[in-house]
Protein backbone atom coordinates (compact mmCIF):
# COMPACT_ATOMS: atom_id res chain seq x y z
CA UNK A 1 0.00 0.00 0.00
CA UNK A 2 1.38 3.54 -1.43
CA UNK A 3 0.97 6.00 1.96
CA UNK A 4 0.19 9.52 1.80
CA UNK A 5 0.16 11.60 5.11
CA UNK A 6 -0.64 14.94 5.53
CA UNK A 7 1.38 16.92 8.38
CA UNK A 8 0.32 20.25 9.80
CA UNK A 9 0.42 22.88 12.31
CA UNK A 10 -3.42 23.30 12.38
CA UNK A 11 -4.24 20.16 13.44
CA UNK A 12 -5.01 19.01 9.74
CA UNK A 13 -8.51 18.03 11.17
CA UNK A 14 -10.56 19.06 8.22
CA UNK A 15 -11.91 15.47 5.80
CA UNK A 16 -9.64 16.34 3.28
CA UNK A 17 -12.60 16.30 0.71
CA UNK A 18 -10.92 17.90 -1.93
CA UNK A 19 -7.56 15.73 -1.56
CA UNK A 20 -10.09 12.40 -1.63
CA UNK A 21 -11.95 13.90 -4.54
CA UNK A 22 -8.58 13.93 -6.68
CA UNK A 23 -7.62 10.61 -4.90
CA UNK A 24 -11.07 9.06 -6.42
CA UNK A 25 -11.55 5.30 -6.35
CA UNK A 26 -7.75 4.11 -6.04
CA UNK A 27 -7.49 1.27 -3.80
CA UNK A 28 -3.13 1.08 -3.60
CA UNK A 29 -3.08 4.31 -1.55
CA UNK A 30 -3.71 5.26 1.63
CA UNK A 31 -3.93 8.76 2.61
CA UNK A 32 -4.36 9.63 6.39
CA UNK A 33 -2.99 12.78 8.27
CA UNK A 34 -1.68 13.66 11.78
CA UNK A 35 -2.38 16.51 13.83
CA UNK A 36 0.61 17.78 15.29
CA UNK A 37 3.75 19.09 14.40
CA UNK A 38 6.34 18.30 16.87
CA UNK A 39 9.40 15.82 15.18
CA UNK A 40 8.05 12.65 17.00
CA UNK A 41 4.27 13.18 16.18
CA UNK A 42 5.41 13.71 12.50
CA UNK A 43 7.68 10.82 12.79
CA UNK A 44 5.29 8.06 14.37
CA UNK A 45 2.51 9.46 12.04
CA UNK A 46 4.88 9.11 8.79
CA UNK A 47 7.60 6.53 9.73
CA UNK A 48 6.10 4.21 6.69
CA UNK A 49 5.16 7.30 4.53
CA UNK A 50 6.05 7.13 1.06
CA UNK A 51 4.67 10.92 0.31
CA UNK A 52 4.40 13.69 2.94
CA UNK A 53 2.07 16.70 1.99
CA UNK A 54 2.43 19.35 4.26
CA UNK A 55 1.42 23.09 4.45
CA UNK A 56 3.32 24.58 7.60
CA UNK A 57 4.86 22.20 9.06
CA UNK A 58 8.93 21.80 9.86
CA UNK A 59 10.44 18.74 8.25
CA UNK A 60 13.80 18.75 9.65
CA UNK A 61 17.07 17.12 8.86
CA UNK A 62 16.00 15.09 12.64
CA UNK A 63 12.73 14.04 10.70
CA UNK A 64 13.57 13.77 7.24
CA UNK A 65 16.18 11.17 8.42
CA UNK A 66 13.94 8.91 11.00
CA UNK A 67 11.73 8.65 7.22
CA UNK A 68 13.20 5.51 5.79
CA UNK A 69 10.60 5.39 2.95
CA UNK A 70 9.62 8.55 1.96
CA UNK A 71 10.17 9.28 -1.64
CA UNK A 72 8.62 13.19 -1.86
CA UNK A 73 7.72 15.84 0.10
CA UNK A 74 4.54 18.12 -1.72
CA UNK A 75 4.06 21.21 -0.08
CA UNK A 76 0.79 23.19 -0.43
CA UNK A 77 2.24 26.15 -1.44
CA UNK A 78 4.77 28.28 -3.47
CA UNK A 79 7.80 28.45 -0.64
CA UNK A 80 9.06 25.53 1.11
CA UNK A 81 11.29 27.09 3.87
CA UNK A 82 9.74 25.09 6.15
CA UNK A 83 11.99 22.12 4.32
CA UNK A 84 15.06 21.51 5.04
CA UNK A 85 15.78 20.79 1.09
CA UNK A 86 20.02 20.28 1.71
CA UNK A 87 18.98 17.46 3.86
CA UNK A 88 16.13 16.06 1.95
CA UNK A 89 18.15 16.27 -1.31
CA UNK A 90 21.25 14.44 0.66
CA UNK A 91 18.65 11.40 1.27
CA UNK A 92 17.16 11.80 -1.86
CA UNK A 93 13.97 12.60 -1.22
CA UNK A 94 12.09 14.86 -3.65
CA UNK A 95 10.54 18.40 -2.47
CA UNK A 96 8.00 19.81 -4.65
CA UNK A 97 5.82 22.73 -4.75
CA UNK A 98 2.59 24.11 -6.35
CA UNK A 99 3.64 27.84 -7.76
CA UNK A 100 1.40 29.62 -9.71
CA UNK A 101 -2.06 28.59 -7.82
CA UNK A 102 -2.33 32.02 -6.33
CA UNK A 103 -0.92 35.05 -7.97
CA UNK A 104 -4.05 36.45 -9.04
CA UNK A 105 -5.79 36.60 -5.30
CA UNK A 106 -2.17 37.61 -3.58
CA UNK A 107 -2.03 40.75 -5.81
CA UNK A 108 -5.66 41.33 -5.58
CA UNK A 109 -4.67 41.27 -1.63
CA UNK A 110 -1.45 43.39 -2.25
CA UNK A 111 -3.82 45.98 -4.15
CA UNK A 112 -6.09 45.75 -1.61
CA UNK A 113 -3.98 46.92 1.43
CA UNK A 114 -2.16 49.53 -0.87
CA UNK A 115 -5.43 50.93 -1.47
CA UNK A 116 -6.53 50.67 2.05
CA UNK A 117 -3.47 52.55 3.36
CA UNK A 118 -3.74 54.99 0.72
CA UNK A 119 -7.71 55.83 0.96
CA UNK A 120 -6.65 55.27 5.11
CA UNK A 121 -10.27 52.87 4.86
CA UNK A 122 -9.29 51.20 8.70
CA UNK A 123 -8.66 54.48 10.20
CA UNK A 124 -11.91 55.90 8.80
CA UNK A 125 -13.67 52.91 9.28
CA UNK A 126 -12.73 52.98 12.91
CA UNK A 127 -13.01 57.03 13.24
CA UNK A 128 -16.80 56.93 11.88
CA UNK A 129 -17.70 54.18 14.24
CA UNK A 130 -16.51 56.35 16.78
CA UNK A 131 -18.77 59.00 15.72
CA UNK A 132 -15.55 61.39 14.75
CA UNK A 133 -17.35 62.17 11.44
CA UNK A 134 -15.42 65.50 10.38
CA UNK A 135 -12.64 65.50 13.37
CA UNK A 136 -11.41 62.28 11.74
CA UNK A 137 -10.66 64.18 8.31
CA UNK A 138 -8.81 66.83 9.85
CA UNK A 139 -6.20 64.75 11.53
CA UNK A 140 -6.20 62.02 9.20
CA UNK A 141 -2.76 63.13 8.00
CA UNK A 142 -1.33 63.04 4.01
CA UNK A 143 -3.31 61.20 2.05
CA UNK A 144 -1.33 60.86 -1.65
CA UNK A 145 -3.02 60.90 -5.31
CA UNK A 146 -2.16 57.49 -5.87
CA UNK A 147 -2.44 58.23 -9.71
CA UNK A 148 0.68 59.26 -10.51
CA UNK A 149 2.81 57.91 -7.24
CA UNK A 150 5.25 55.18 -7.78
CA UNK A 151 5.09 51.38 -6.82
CA UNK A 152 8.33 50.05 -6.44
CA UNK A 153 8.23 45.76 -6.85
CA UNK A 154 11.05 43.80 -4.96
CA UNK A 155 10.67 40.82 -7.15
CA UNK A 156 9.51 41.01 -10.49
CA UNK A 157 8.84 37.20 -11.22
CA UNK A 158 5.06 36.09 -12.22
CA UNK A 159 3.54 37.39 -9.06
CA UNK A 160 5.36 40.99 -9.22
CA UNK A 161 4.35 41.88 -12.87
CA UNK A 162 0.24 40.39 -12.16
CA UNK A 163 1.11 43.73 -8.86
CA UNK A 164 2.52 46.06 -11.57
CA UNK A 165 -0.77 45.48 -14.28
CA UNK A 166 -3.06 46.23 -11.58
CA UNK A 167 -0.73 49.07 -10.21
CA UNK A 168 -0.63 50.42 -13.95
CA UNK A 169 -4.49 50.64 -14.64
CA UNK A 170 -4.37 52.84 -11.16
CA UNK A 171 -2.13 55.29 -13.04
CA UNK A 172 0.69 54.25 -11.08
CA UNK A 173 4.26 54.12 -12.18
CA UNK A 174 5.64 51.01 -11.85
CA UNK A 175 9.82 50.63 -10.77
CA UNK A 176 10.93 47.24 -10.80
CA UNK A 177 14.06 45.53 -8.70
CA UNK A 178 15.13 41.94 -9.78
CA UNK A 179 18.59 40.75 -9.93
CA UNK A 180 17.70 37.18 -12.18
CA UNK A 181 14.91 39.29 -14.35
CA UNK A 182 16.14 40.12 -18.23
CA UNK A 183 16.04 43.57 -19.19
CA UNK A 184 13.87 42.69 -21.84
CA UNK A 185 10.71 41.22 -19.38
CA UNK A 186 11.25 44.61 -17.62
CA UNK A 187 10.32 46.45 -20.86
CA UNK A 188 7.65 43.56 -21.84
CA UNK A 189 5.57 44.94 -19.14
CA UNK A 190 6.19 48.41 -18.52
CA UNK A 191 8.12 48.10 -15.55
CA UNK A 192 10.87 50.75 -15.36
CA UNK A 193 14.31 48.66 -14.08
CA UNK A 194 16.02 50.33 -11.22
CA UNK A 195 18.74 49.71 -8.69
CA UNK A 196 17.65 48.29 -4.99
CA UNK A 197 18.96 51.49 -3.58
CA UNK A 198 16.80 53.71 -6.61
CA UNK A 199 13.53 51.81 -5.78
CA UNK A 200 14.02 52.44 -1.94
CA UNK A 201 14.09 56.11 -2.22
CA UNK A 202 12.01 56.83 -5.16
CA UNK A 203 8.96 54.70 -4.20
CA UNK A 204 5.97 55.96 -2.48
CA UNK A 205 4.73 52.21 -1.82
CA UNK A 206 7.10 49.37 -1.85
CA UNK A 207 5.82 45.86 -2.07
CA UNK A 208 7.77 42.75 -2.08
CA UNK A 209 7.08 39.48 -3.77
CA UNK A 210 10.44 37.24 -3.41
CA UNK A 211 10.89 33.74 -1.68
CA UNK A 212 12.19 33.31 1.35
CA UNK A 213 16.13 32.11 1.00
CA UNK A 214 19.60 32.31 2.65
CA UNK A 215 19.85 35.34 0.09
CA UNK A 216 16.68 37.35 1.12
CA UNK A 217 16.29 36.61 4.37
CA UNK A 218 16.61 39.56 6.10
CA UNK A 219 16.90 41.32 2.88
CA UNK A 220 14.71 44.42 4.16
CA UNK A 221 16.18 45.44 7.58
CA UNK A 222 17.32 48.76 9.20
CA UNK A 223 19.14 50.35 6.26
CA UNK A 224 17.07 49.85 3.79
CA UNK A 225 14.27 51.46 5.64
CA UNK A 226 16.30 54.98 6.84
CA UNK A 227 16.14 55.34 2.59
CA UNK A 228 12.47 54.68 2.14
CA UNK A 229 10.38 58.01 2.10
CA UNK A 230 8.84 58.79 5.59
CA UNK A 231 5.22 58.87 3.87
CA UNK A 232 6.01 55.46 2.11
CA UNK A 233 3.90 52.82 2.64
CA UNK A 234 5.78 49.30 2.61
CA UNK A 235 3.81 45.95 1.61
CA UNK A 236 4.63 42.35 2.45
CA UNK A 237 2.91 39.06 1.34
CA UNK A 238 5.71 37.32 0.37
CA UNK A 239 7.47 35.85 3.41
CA UNK A 240 7.70 37.44 6.72
CA UNK A 241 11.69 36.29 7.27
CA UNK A 242 12.53 38.72 4.50
CA UNK A 243 11.96 41.66 6.39
CA UNK A 244 13.68 42.07 9.73
CA UNK A 245 10.18 42.68 12.30
CA UNK A 246 12.54 44.19 14.75
CA UNK A 247 13.88 46.72 12.43
CA UNK A 248 10.65 47.51 10.60
CA UNK A 249 8.51 48.02 14.08
CA UNK A 250 11.85 50.85 14.94
CA UNK A 251 11.26 52.55 11.10
CA UNK A 252 7.19 52.82 12.38
CA UNK A 253 7.67 53.97 15.42
CA UNK A 254 10.43 56.25 14.92
CA UNK A 255 8.27 57.51 11.46
CA UNK A 256 11.25 56.67 8.83
CA UNK A 257 8.06 55.18 6.92
CA UNK A 258 4.93 55.78 7.16
CA UNK A 259 2.31 52.74 6.56
CA UNK A 260 3.22 48.79 6.77
CA UNK A 261 0.75 46.35 5.19
CA UNK A 262 1.36 43.06 6.17
CA UNK A 263 -0.06 39.35 5.33
CA UNK A 264 3.19 37.45 6.72
CA UNK A 265 5.48 37.70 10.09
CA UNK A 266 8.79 35.69 11.13
CA UNK A 267 6.79 33.98 13.62
CA UNK A 268 3.40 32.83 12.54
CA UNK A 269 0.69 32.91 13.89
CA UNK A 270 1.58 37.14 15.48
CA UNK A 271 1.95 36.21 19.14
CA UNK A 272 -0.50 37.95 21.09
CA UNK A 273 2.61 40.58 22.60
CA UNK A 274 4.05 41.53 18.84
CA UNK A 275 4.04 45.11 19.01
CA UNK A 276 2.74 45.89 15.39
CA UNK A 277 -0.19 45.12 16.91
CA UNK A 278 -0.29 48.28 19.13
CA UNK A 279 0.30 50.26 15.77
CA UNK A 280 -2.20 52.57 14.17
CA UNK A 281 -0.45 52.96 10.97
CA UNK A 282 -0.14 49.28 10.51
CA UNK A 283 -2.87 46.90 8.76
CA UNK A 284 -2.31 43.74 9.68
CA UNK A 285 -4.31 39.94 7.30
CA UNK A 286 -3.14 36.50 8.72
CA UNK A 287 -1.44 34.98 5.83
CA UNK A 288 -4.96 35.26 4.13
CA UNK A 289 -3.20 36.72 0.87
CA UNK A 290 -3.46 32.96 -1.36
CA UNK A 291 -6.79 32.33 -0.14
CA UNK A 292 -9.63 32.10 -2.30
CA UNK A 293 -12.36 29.67 -2.53
CA UNK A 294 -10.88 28.53 -5.89
CA UNK A 295 -7.39 28.82 -5.42
CA UNK A 296 -7.16 26.39 -2.55
CA UNK A 297 -9.43 23.80 -4.80
CA UNK A 298 -6.73 24.00 -6.73
CA UNK A 299 -4.28 23.79 -4.62
CA UNK A 300 -5.79 20.99 -2.85
CA UNK A 301 -5.83 18.90 -6.25
CA UNK A 302 -2.42 19.88 -7.18
CA UNK A 303 -0.71 18.52 -4.20
CA UNK A 304 -2.80 15.02 -4.69
CA UNK A 305 -2.07 15.24 -8.32
CA UNK A 306 1.94 15.45 -7.80
CA UNK A 307 1.80 12.93 -4.98
CA UNK A 308 -0.05 10.30 -6.77
CA UNK A 309 2.96 11.16 -9.62
CA UNK A 310 5.04 9.59 -7.31
CA UNK A 311 3.09 6.54 -6.66
CA UNK A 312 2.66 6.25 -10.46
CA UNK A 313 6.53 6.36 -11.45
CA UNK A 314 6.20 9.85 -12.96
CA UNK A 315 8.23 13.52 -12.60
CA UNK A 316 6.18 15.74 -10.28
CA UNK A 317 5.99 18.73 -12.37
CA UNK A 318 7.03 21.41 -9.95
CA UNK A 319 10.41 20.14 -8.28
CA UNK A 320 12.86 22.18 -6.49
CA UNK A 321 15.87 19.81 -6.12
CA UNK A 322 16.00 18.50 -9.35
CA UNK A 323 19.24 17.06 -8.66
CA UNK A 324 17.83 14.06 -6.84
CA UNK A 325 15.62 12.90 -10.61
CA UNK A 326 18.35 10.73 -11.14
CA UNK A 327 18.05 9.01 -7.69
CA UNK A 328 14.06 9.24 -8.28
CA UNK A 329 13.96 7.76 -11.47
CA UNK A 330 16.85 4.32 -10.81
CA UNK A 331 14.90 3.85 -6.90
CA UNK A 332 11.50 4.04 -7.23
CA UNK A 333 9.68 3.92 -10.28
CA UNK A 334 7.11 1.81 -10.08
Known sequence: MFRIVRVDYNGADDAMITERKALGERDDVELTSVSGIGDEQIISAAKDADVVITHFAELNRNVLQSLPKLKAIVRYGIGYDSVDVAAATELGVLVVNIPNFCNEEVANHTMAMLLSANRKIVYFDKAVRRGEWESAK??????????????????????????AKRAQ??????????????????????????????????????????????????????????????????????????????ALINALVN????????????????????????????????????????????????????????????????IVNKEVIEKYQSKWRV
Open 255 to 318: KEIGTACLDVFEKEPIEQDNQLKTLENVILTSHFASYSDRSFSVLKTRVMNEALAVKDGELPSS
Open 138 to 163: KVCGPVGSLYGETLGIIGCGNLGRIV
Open 169 to 246: AFNMNVIGYDKYLPVEIFKEFGIEQVSMEELLERADYISVHVALTEQTRHMISENEFKKMKTTCTFINASRGSVVDEK
